[in-house]
């Protein structure tokens, strides 16, 4: 489930990752356009890109600049040249796409991915939450760590629904450059593991 329909992070990860060079770590940011930015009720489904600035082409010769040898780089250069060809409007049209997209290199592959937005559902954060998990009949949540802060736990509990939060203490992987770093986009780990990534998310 994608909540393409709840307010845009100014500061969150909805339009960046970070990757790693041979510097160390730096951002890859999909600039938006500046009115998004100034209003703080925007919805990640209105949010639109910025095309004023050729940010595709700087992504893709950052991304050839810091992996081009790491083990599986060329495995996935088609995926990488495909989505930064593209012209999405929406920022969420070009997000959600690559991250399917990935998740099917990572093995996700009988999964129904649903935008929110579609589902129509009203109701204020842990009560809207609530009725989407009723409504696709489901009868878990899984959100990260954070969401500890906002949510009312006792809302699923009523509702019969377990709640859990992810943990992502990932164990070590190879990288190209000394020293292991984490909280770094997952094609740090595509490009030096290829296949095998799927075993360092999944088998813990």
Sequence with gaps: MFLDDVQFDLRGWRN????????GTFWLTIPVKSHHLRSSGTRIRQVEIDW???WNKKHLKSLQASYSKAPFFSRY?????RFY???????????????IALAGELGILDTDFLM????GEQGEK???LVRIVQRVGADT???GPAAKNYLDESQFANAGIRLEYAEYGY???PQLYPGFVGQVSILDLLFMTGTSAPSYIWER
């Excluded at 060809?85 to 991250?99: A, M, P, Y």
């Excluded at 929110?116 to 589902?119: D, M, Q």
Aim: charged residues 30%; without cysteine; positive net charge.
């Design 126 to 128: 842990t009560e809207r």
């Design 52 to 54: 004023s600035r050729a």
């Design 85 to 99: 060809s593209r012209k999405d409007r929406q920022l969420s049209e070009f997000v959600i796409e690559f991250n």
């Design 171 to 173: 164990p070590d992987y």
């Design 141 to 143: 949540y899984l959100t």
């Design 116 to 119: 929110s937005s579609s589902l």
């Design 77 to 81: 250069s088609n995926l990488l040249h």
């Design 16 to 23: 960046r990752n970070r990757i790693r060079g041979p510097n």
